[in-house]
Nanobody
Framework: QVQLVESGGGLVQAGDSLRLSCTAS????????MGWFRQAPGKAREFVAA???????YYADSVKGRFTISRDNAKNTGYLQMNSLKPEDTARYYC????????????????WGQGTQVTVSS
């Protein structure tokens, strides 16, 4: 059982940056792909970014060029660097790992964190 804990969310202004972290309880984290998803009130959870065990990266079109996903396997931690934040980025952000299928689909991920809130004011 892998436990994930997100941190780094907060209230920022449009154009600001934040870095989210996701720390895993198990060293086997390095063997899995990791994804970031977000969910705004009244909306479905949506894919943001993912990184494979071999460090290939994937992004939603809405964040491409602004967000960067990375991982530090020595620290069992993944990151989401978010630059040029927009009000439409406001959501609760979740990390997940061990996808059993498409990395773009939230339903395929086995383990989830509790999320961290990101609020971007205009």
């Amino acid at each position: 059982q892998v436990q994930l804990v997100e941190s780094g969310g907060g209230l920022v202004q449009a154009g600001d940056s934040l870095r989210l972290s996701c720390t895993a309880s198990e060293r086997t984290f390095s063997n899995y792909a990791m994804g970031w998803f977000r969910q705004a009130p009244g909306k479905a959870r949506e894919f943001v970014a993912a990184i494979s065990w071999s460090d290939s990266t994937y992004y939603a079109d809405s964040v491409k060029g602004r967000f960067t996903i990375s991982r530090d396997n020595a620290k069992n931690t993944g990151y989401l660097q978010m630059n040029s934040l927009k009000p439409e980025d406001t959501a609760r952000y979740y990390c997940a790992t061990d996808p059993r299928g498409s990395i773009y689909s939230s339903s395929k991920y086995t383990y989830w964190g509790q999320g961290t809130q990101v609020t971007v004011s205009s």
